[in-house]
């Protein structure tokens, strides 16, 4: 019953051989290999951006960071949700690669940014013509968002009107959201300047890829990138998982499956009595159950979290406490009905 993090499944087997195979032989260092090469017309092609430029990378932390740090002067502001991972879990990563870079966290329609807020916040930021004020640089969205919620590619160009900025993706769950959208990766990042694309939490070993649409973005995404030490010696080792990731759409066979768990333990979790928090778009699913339940589904092994405040596990056995269950590639229905059971047993 393991529900705490996708990040806690293992690696595909099909992955791991494509591991096996790249380590034959000899290689050219510092993405000077052919699995690189194969792997920049790949995403070049599925993305239908010729002109794209493509690095592997072990860490979305990093890729983040170092993209929105390219995207940045130090004196920049940068737009987010409030609940974003860059706000909320990279340890000011963004303002330490950048130099000074502000994010800026906005409220937002559940757990995505709210387009008008975005626009009266960049107006209200342009319109202070001053050296002491900071200048409107860049948006960063995440899909899924942190809450498991979707943007669909209208609501990205929605945004992408309503701040007439550069616009970064944090995909640390990108192949979630193109299954949960049934939309093409093209579509989904038309209106980007970068994306961080995340296979890790879907079948890899710590793979990403920072993936550059508007070229200017090159030489300042390099430094970063070389002064953070993501510059990879081996990075055959990371291009070859994500060639056996995409290879006959074995990235959105593993996403659907996890989205499939997620929607099976939402309903589920509903016909037990659970109040769901946000709406389940894919594999991460946040409710509220009775202490209670939280108590059986612990004792009996549940591994999962509960989040925000007031979530110690004494007290009224009747109050409602809110959690966070997250299925991953490898989440089978029997997990998901034994956690069910645990939770209403």
């Known amino acids: ?29 510092y993405a000077g290999d052919r699995w690189t090469a194969e792997l920049t017309e790949r995403l070049r092609d599925m993305f239908q951006a010729p002109d794209a430029l493509i690095y592997p990378m072990t860490s979305g932390t990093g890729t983040n960071a170092a993209l929105l740090a390219a995207m940045s002067p130090p004196w920049g502001i940068l737009y987010c949700h409030k609940s974003a991972h860059i706000e909320v879990d990279e340890r000011n990563s963004v303002p330490f690669y950048s130099g000074g870079a502000k994010l800026k966290p906005l409220p937002g329609v559940g757990s995505r940014l709210d387009p008008e807020e975005l626009r009266q ?60 959208s049934g939309t093409s990766p093209w579509e989904m990042t038309r209106e980007l300047s970068a994306l961080s694309l995340g296979a890790t939490k879907t079948g890899a ?15 300042a ?17 990371v291009s070859a998982q994500m060639l ?39 594999n991460l699913v ?30 009224d056995p009747e109050e409602p406490l809110l959690a966070r269950f ?8 029997a997990d998901v009905d034994a956690l069910l059971a645990a939770l209403s047993d």
């Open 244 to 282: 056996a990731w995409l290879e006959d759409d074995l990235w959105l066979e593993l996403a659907t499956q996890a989205n499939a768990m997620g929607a099976r333990l939402a309903k589920g979790i509903k016909e037990i009595g659970g109040e769901l928090a946000y709406k389940v778009d894919g």
């Open 121 to 180: 916040a960049v107006i209200a930021d342009s319109a202070k013509d001053d050296i002491h004020a900071s200048p409107p640089v860049g948006v960063s969205i995440t899909n899924l968002t942190e809450f498991g919620e979707l943007y669909r590619p209208a609501d990205i160009a929605a945004l992408a009107d309503a701040g007439r900025l550069p616009l970064h993706l944090d995909g640390a769950r990108f192949a979630n959201a193109i299954a949960a």
């Open 326 to 333: 997250v299925a991953s590639w490898s989440t089978t229905e």
């Open 221 to 237: 995404f390099e430094s970063q990138r070389m002064r953070g030490g993501h510059n990879l010696s081996k990075a055959r080792y």
């Open 286 to 315: 946040f409710a509220r159950l009775p202490r209670a339940a939280h108590l059986k589904a612990k004792a009996k092994g549940a591994a999962y979290h509960l989040w925000g405040t007031g979530t110690a596990l004494t007290g």
């Open 205 to 219: 070993m710590a793979a990403e890829a920072a993936v550059i649409f508007d070229p200017s973005l090159k030489q």
């Open 1 to 29: 019953m393991q529900f705490a993090s996708d990040n806690t499944s293992g690696v595909h087997p099909k992955l791991m051989e494509a591991l096996a195979k790249a380590n034959e032989g000899y290689a050219p260092a």
